[in-house]
Structure formats: C-alpha cells, structure tokens
C-alpha cells in the first residue's frame, strides 16, 4: 500500500475493520507506520478501536497515535505503547505514543 490517507470502507480499511459503521474520520500511512490521529468510535467500549490496534500490527505496520484522547491514551497504556515526543514545524513539541 502506497503512503497517504486511508479514507473509511476503502479497500484497506476493511481489510483491518476501520468501516464506517464503527467509525468517523480518517487513518494515515507513511513508511510503516499507520498514524491514528483522528478517529471517533461509533459504538463505545465494545472493543473496536482495540480490535483496530490489534489488526493493523497483524499486518506489519507499526502504530502512532498523536495528542490521543484520555479513554485512547488508557487503552495505549494499557497495550504498552511508549509515550514520546516529536517535533512539528507548526505544532512544536508533539505527544505521539508509538507501538513496541
């Protein structure tokens, strides 16, 4: 797959569960990592965005979430992603929790 976004219900996406019917927004690749930066779970605390984590690292790629909300930084925790900081020209200092 090609870098860029990953809109709902395309190709991809179904392939690792991020449909519309469990979710609003939009996922984005680049080199190997799958950025979750703005998504919003439809149906809450019924494992989706769980689910999502775990089907994307089936794949191979690796996860960043920046500035996630505080439920999603509970279930990054929880998973053991690391909490980092990268930098951004228009944002500066950025907290970007990343898959081991």
Known sequence: M????IELDSEFA???????DKFD???WRHN????ISF?????????NFGRLLDTILETGSRIKVPTPSGL???ILQRRR????????????????WVSQ
Do not use: C, H
């Not at 998504?39 to 494992?47: C, D, H």
């Open 81 to 96: 992603f690391k909490q980092t900081e990268e930098y951004d020209e228009l944002m500066r200092p950025v907290e970007v």
């Open 32 to 35: 190997n990592f799958i950025f």
């Open 2 to 5: 090609t870098d860029g976004i």
């Open 72 to 74: 999603m930084k509970i």
């Open 14 to 20: 179904r392939a690792i569960g991020f449909t519309s």
């Open 25 to 27: 927004g939009w996922l």
């Open 39 to 47: 998504i919003r779970s439809k149906q809450k605390r019924q494992g």
